[in-house]
């Protein structure tokens, strides 16, 4: 089993910035992958951002040279630093984490706000 517990978030204005971490019980040999979902109000789960643990990353379109991941292996966490935030990016954010490339972990999500 993998915990996930998640720290960060909060409300910001549009232009400003936010880092999210996200840190998982356990041993992390068996995580092969660890990234960030949002889900805003009435929309589908998406995804934000995945590292995997070689340290490749992938981005959502709408994020791209806005938001950054990075992971630290020895700590078991995965970071996500927010910048030029806008509107459209208030969810409620979930960090997920892969094991043995097939079961996925979330955690309890953490809500978003940019204000306008």
């Known amino acids: 089993q993998v915990q996930l517990v998640e720290s960060g978030g909060g409300l910001v204005q549009t232009g400003g910035s936010l880092g999210l971490s996200c840190a998982h019980s356990?041993?992390?040999?068996?995580?092969?992958?660890m990234g960030w979902y949002r889900q805003a109000p009435g929309k589908q789960r998406e995804l934000v951002a995945s590292?995997?643990?070689?340290?490749?990353?992938t981005y959502a379109d709408s994020v791209k040279g806005r938001f950054t991941i990075s992971r630290d292996n020895a700590k078991g966490t995965v970071y996500l630093q927010m910048n030029s935030l806008k509107p459209e990016d208030t969810a409620v954010y979930y960090c997920?984490?892969?094991?043995?490339?097939?079961?996925?972990?979330w955690g309890q999500g953490t809500q978003v706000t940019v204000s306008s």
């Open positions: 997920n984490a892969v094991k043995d490339y097939l079961y996925n972990y």
């Open positions: 356990g041993s992390a040999f068996r995580i092969t992958a």
């Open positions: 590292i995997t643990n070689d340290g490749s990353t």
